[in-house]
Nanobody
C-alpha cells in the first residue's frame, strides 16, 4: 500500500514556474515507477511524465518536453515535477501515481496508486 500526497500547485502567470512534489508513504517507494498526469476541466486525464525506479529513465509527453523536468529522491520518498515556461493550456489538476508492473507508462490504468491532486492555474 502506498499513499501519495501532492503539493506545490498554485496560481502563476504565463511563463512562470512551479515545483510540484509528491510525497509517498511506506518503505517501498524505490520499487515503484512514478508518473505525473494532469486533468483539465471537462477533459481526460493525460500523461505528463514518468520516471523509473532508479531515476535514470525518464519519459515526457511531447507537449511538455523542454519545459518540465521530473526527478525523484528515494531517500526522501518523493518525486518532483519542475514546471517551467507555463502556458494557459497547462492549467489542470496534476496527479502523481505509482505502479510496479507497468508495460505502458503513459496509460493511467497501469498505475495502482494515486494522489489527490494539486491544482495548477496559469493566468494570461
Amino acid at each position: 500500500q502506498v499513499q501519495l500526497v501532492e503539493s506545490g500547485g498554485g496560481l502563476v502567470q504565463v511563463g512562470g514556474s512551479l515545483r510540484l512534489s509528491c510525497a509517498a508513504s511506506g518503505r517501498t517507494f524505490s520499487s515503484y515507477l512514478m508518473g505525473w498526469f494532469r486533468q483539465a476541466p471537462g477533459k481526460e486525464r493525460d500523461f505528463v511524465s514518468a520516471i523509473n525506479t532508479s531515476g535514470d529513465t525518464i519519459y515526457y509527453a511531447d507537449s511538455v518536453k523542454g519545459r518540465f523536468t521530473i526527478s525523484r529522491d528515494n531517500t526522501k520518498n518523493t518525486v518532483y515535477l519542475q514546471v517551467n515556461s507555463l502556458k494557459p493550456e497547462d492549467t489542470a489538476v496534476y496527479y502523481c501515481a505509482a505502479g510496479r508492473l507497468i508495460n505502458n507508462y503513459a496509460r493511467s490504468d497501469q498505475y495502482a496508486y494515486w494522489g489527490q491532486g494539486t491544482q495548477v492555474t496559469v493566468s494570461s
